[in-house]
């Protein structure tokens, strides 16, 4: 028995209606190697074109679906605004095939965005401009999301006017954010190459790049899931596309772990900022104390040299340099000797109180408190132990972004525990 295709039926009404193929083509304003292909079951038209293809030839676009005309039995059981099982299993083939290809594109959006991100470390690295980097990466950021907006209106118009494809639009709606998502999250974690870099001729580290691309990245996803969470409550109110029956309980407990979320990420950032900013390294470090200003002169006078690597790490260790000689200068542009120019002075009110030669190059910083002539404090911060205790902070830092994704992961694991599945 031939097997009766929604194709062979296309070719027989074209021909029993004495039409070419070129003249359906200018009707449903295709071409006629669009025609072809779908006469050849290479590839079937859009659920959108069923119903002009079907008026053009006086056929339901149940009829048309099956491949073949109803028979008097058929038309009496199912009238012709009652698709068939056979019809309906074509229709569900089409929207099968329409999803497949949105998916297709959608995967070409996401593709341009990652080039995107390539782009940007093209530039940052290779050529050492973060800021090309970056404009680079938006070209490609901002043609992904017009693509991806072109392929959603195309995807919604291959089944207009059709019913009952409520589910079909859900998933074609939750691709489209993921990709918006992906691009609002590259893009973000784009932004370091033009916040902490201000010079357009250099480029940004790949550990810093690293380390605050990832925050604004992980910023720039929550800000979206807090985005989509309206937008989806909204599309479903106003009937865009069918939701599951779970999704008020679902979208409900997402509110609940999300207000909770933020609230405890909002303690621990309070606890955070204020170790930063009311602690700090200065209060972390060890500090030297002296009891007396000739005590304090004889160790910041002691000629000792200090010296660090690149990274900040601590070398007290001397290190061979070459004979050179420094030059200083006051503030006229005049060439003034070693000594004046490392001259300091400890102040009481306006009044000096010591007057050094400052030669210990371990010191870092000074702080002193004198009341008449009798010292309260007087302390100095070596290099050695800022580095100690920035070190310590760093720690303490890291601690609370451990602190941020163990909050994270459970309020992720909270909602997976209390939502519903489909």
Request: hydrophobic content about 45%; glycine content about 8%; some cysteine.
């Amino acid at each position: 028995m031939e097997k009766k295709t929604i194709g062979g039926f296309i070719a027989a009404l074209r021909k029993a209606n004495g039409m070419t193929q070129k003249d359906l083509a200018e009707k449903l304003n295709v071409s006629d190697k669009t025609v072809s292909r779908w006469e050849r079951d290479d590839g079937a038209p859009d659920l959108s074109a069923i119903p002009v293809i079907a008026e053009i030839f006086g056929v339901t676009c149940d009829e048309l679906l099956r491949g073949e005309r109803k028979s008097p039995e058929q038309q009496a059981e199912a009238p012709d605004n009652i698709p068939t099982a056979k019809g309906e299993k074509q229709r569900q083939r089409l929207l099968t095939v329409a999803l497949s290809k949105y998916k297709t594109r959608s995967l070409i959006a996401g593709g341009l965005a990652l080039a995107g991100l390539l782009a940007a470390m093209a530039f940052n690295f290779g050529f050492n401009r973060a800021y090309l980097g970056f404009l680079a990466g938006c070209v490609f950021y901002l043609a992904a999301a017009i693509c991806q907006a072109i392929f959603l209106n195309g995807a919604f118009l291959s089944v207009a006017d059709q019913e009952d494809t409520g589910d079909y639009r859900r998933q074609v709606i939750c691709l489209a954010e993921g990709v918006w998502c992906l691009i609002a999250v590259l893009f973000a974690a784009s932004l370091p190459l033009i916040v902490f870099i201000h010079d357009s001729f250099v480029g940004l580290s790949g550990g810093s790049w690293l380390l605050r691309g990832a925050a604004y990245g992980f910023s720039a996803l929550n800000l979206c899931a807090g985005l989509l969470w309206l937008l989806n409550g909204q599309l479903v109110k106003k009937g865009v596309y069918a939701a599951k029956a779970n999704f008020a309980h679902n979208h409900r407990w997402q509110k609940y772990c999300a207000v909770g979320l933020l609230s405890v990420l909002a303690m621990t950032f309070t606890c955070q900022w204020g170790l930063n900013q009311f602690v700090g390294v200065r209060e972390l470090a060890e500090w030297d104390s002296f009891d007396n200003l000739n005590n304090f002169r004889t160790y910041i006078e002691s000629d000792v040299e200090y010296h660090r690597n690149f990274y900040g790490a601590v070398n007290s260790a001397p290190v061979a340099q070459p004979d050179q000689t420094i030059i200083y200068y006051d503030a006229h542009g005049n060439v003034i000797p070693v000594e004046e120019a490392l001259t300091e002075h400890l102040y009481e009110g306006s009044e000096i109180v010591l007057t050094y030669v400052r030669r210990n190059e371990a010191v870092r910083d000074i702080r002193y408190s004198i009341k008449d002539g009798e010292i309260l404090f007087l302390e100095t911060l070596t290099w050695d132990n800022y580095y100690r205790a920035n070190a310590q902070l760093n720690t303490f830092n890291t601690l609370f972004g451990l602190a941020y994704a163990a909050e994270y992961l459970i309020a992720l694991g909270f909602y997976w525990f209390k939502r519903k599945k489909a």
